[in-house]
C-alpha cells in the first residue's frame, strides 16, 4: 500500500483546501480536499510533504505537527495527517496543481457541497488532538 501526507494548512480560525483538477483518472475529481501526496522513495512522510507544498504552492513549511496515520477506504493507501500553521501572507502563495485554492472556516466546509466527505472528520480529529497536551513539532 503507498503512502501519503497531507496537510491541515491552518491560519487562526481557517484550512487551506485545494480545489482538485476535474480529471476522472485521479481520486476526488472537482472535489475540495487537502494539499499533499504521495511520499516518494528514500522521503519521510514529513519530507515529502514539504515538497508537495513547495511544488503545489511555492510554500515550504519548516514545522508542523504529525497527528496520525489513517487507511483510505474508498482508495486504499496510508495517509499520514500533518498540522501545519501558516503565519505568512496568503496572497503569497502561488497555485501550480489544481484549479483554485481557498481558505474555510469550519461551518463553510459543512456547507460545502464539493467538499470531500472525509475533511470535516480529519479537521475535527486534528482540533480534538491539538487542543490536548502539546507534543514536539517537526523541523
Not at 8 to 14: E, I, K, M, P, T
Not at 18 to 35: A, E, G, K, M
Not at 76 to 105: K, M, N, Y
Request: hydrophobic share 40%; proline share 6%.
Amino acid at each position: 500500500m503507498h503512502g501519503v501526507s497531507k496537510a491541515l494548512v491552518y491560519q487562526q480560525d481557517a484550512y487551506l483546501l485545494q480545489l482538485r483538477d476535474c480529471v476522472p483518472t485521479i481520486s476526488y475529481p472537482d472535489r475540495w480536499s487537502f494539499f499533499g501526496g504521495e511520499i516518494e522513495l528514500g522521503e519521510s512522510p514529513w519530507q515529502a510533504l514539504q515538497r508537495e507544498l513547495e511544488e503545489e504552492l511555492e510554500w515550504r513549511p519548516h514545522c508542523g505537527r504529525f497527528l496520525y496515520e489513517w487507511i483510505n477506504p474508498e482508495n486504499p493507501c496510508r495517509i499520514h495527517f500533518f498540522a501545519v500553521p501558516f503565519s505568512g501572507d496568503r496572497s503569497a502563495l502561488v497555485l501550480h496543481e489544481g484549479q483554485d485554492l481557498g481558505w474555510f472556516t469550519l461551518d463553510e466546509i459543512a456547507d460545502n457541497p464539493r467538499m470531500v466527505a472525509h475533511v470535516a472528520l480529519h479537521i475535527g480529529q486534528a482540533e480534538a488532538l491539538l487542543s490536548q497536551e502539546p507534543a514536539s513539532d517537526l523541523e
